[in-house]
């Protein structure tokens, strides 16, 4: 009995001295009968081993991944790399979900349809509503004027700046857009409005723009290309120079600041022009001159101020308050007086605008886009919603102090429509995005002012919208061209 207990561990010992050399099967039947850690440490000298399989379902879990990482051709490999998890899908952030499910062909033929429905239902309404806010604009031009002899106050100076905001934000801005086209509504026409001539010019609309640089770089490439790298009026990109500043943040907001109070005359103006010299180069045959980026803002520091000026704003800041030296003995003071009621008053329309203008399309709950799509598209309309913010409104009288651009989310998807007809599709419009889920913003305006001041200084960004989940038959690839230049939308060739 002793003798035989004697010759099976002596085979067992040979076994096991010449167990690094032998085949599969004798490790496994080896590893049934040896102790846990011999079997570990025979495991990671033999890892080429088929029986590495069985082996691996006896071993603790982490000596398990360990053999795996050192054996990558063992084909327990597989079988181990199946129960790691997968590196994570790149999926929507959930403010941008509802674009995953976006039916974008229904929702453009309902918004479509609406347009049509509000374009049909133009008429002499419309007209006569334009008429008011014209009468309220020359109160308010009748009250500055017979005032601003005066010592400087705030009925004088708000009096003259409601005059050139209701000027340009209301009466220009929709004249230009061929708002009133479809009906009879005299001078207030796209074709003809402040166009041709200086009198005319100085008659409808003496602003700090040229219409006719107006009608390139807002009507077409604004409307036509919004949040989109070729808008002129992206505020993250313009602001860059801000959001790069190395300055405290407060340092940073209250540059913003001053920049309200003089933003159109310094910044909107220059920048037109910049885009209506553009064109006429191209129009020309001619190259862009060398290292200039039509992409860069421009200032009136680097443009002509003659040019920017000439006769028109000049004529307005001199000559309306010439007559006032017709007084003997108190000419200088009154003189005096109405070139600082007029100066007061274009900063405030600078503020004004400022807050009801830059703040349609800035915002880290709006979008921008990196190509262009073609206009009436899908695509289209739901850029214009999502990259632009309606304020709270509904009655004339608070249109009026807004400028009617509380309705920026129509006048966008449809930006040839009378003020009266923004009133009625606004509610409308609404209700489609609500069916389609799309998102449509619509804040008091001074909420929109703190986030677009945000955007300024850099502490916060717009929202990148993924394009290529646009429907790509929606696309522009060869770009947008205009046959006219009010830029209706139904005029791209």
Known sequence: MILRLISILLACASIEAFAPSTGCRSATSLHSTLPSAPSIKLDRQDADCKSATSLHSTLPSAPSIKLDRQ?????????????????????????????????YAGFAKEVTALGKELQKNTGQADVDHLNKIVSWRNIAAA??????????????????????????????????????????????????????????????????????????????????????????????????????????????????????????????????????QITKWRQEGRELPTNFDPNEP??????????????????????????????PGLEPTLFSHAVVNLVLAEMLTNIHGFITIVTNHAGSDLYKFRDEVQPKSGSFYVRQVVSSANYNGGSDLLDFSQGWLNYQIEHHVWPDLSMKQYQLGAPKLEEICQKYGVPYVKENVFVRLAKTLNIMVGQSSMREFPTEMEPQKDKARKGVTWKSTNGAIDEPE
């Open 143 to 276: 009250i500055g004027v017979s005032t601003m002899w005066m010592p400087p106050n705030p009925l004088t100076i708000i009096a003259l700046s409601t005059w050139t905001y209701a000027s340009w934000t209301m009466i220009a801005h929709h004249a230009c857009h061929g708002g009133y086209n479809r009906v009879d509504a005299g001078k207030f026409n796209s074709r003809g409005f402040a166009l041709g001539s200086v009198k005319k010019r100085i008659e409808d609309w003496c602003d700090w723009m040229m219409p006719e640089a107006w009608n390139v770089e807002h009507n077409r490439l604004h409307h036509y290309h919004l949040g989109e790298d070729l808008d002129p009026d992206l505020v993250e990109r313009n602001l860059s120079f801000l959001r790069e500043m190395d300055i405290p943040k407060p340092l940073k907001y209250g540059v913003a600041l001053a920049l309200m109070s003089i933003w159109k005359s310094y910044y909107y103006a220059p920048n037109t022009f910049k885009e209506l």
């Open 298 to 327: 421009v200032t009136l520091r680097s443009c002509s101020f003659q040019k920017m000026m000439g006769t028109r704003q000049l004529l307005r800041l001199s000559t309306q308050q010439t007559p006032l030296l017709l007084f």
């Open 71 to 103: 054996d990558a051709d063992c084909k327990s490999a597989t079988s181990l790399h199946s129960t790691v998890p997968s590196s994570p899908t790149f999926k929507l952030d959930p403010q941008d979900a509802w674009i995953e499910q976006l039916d």
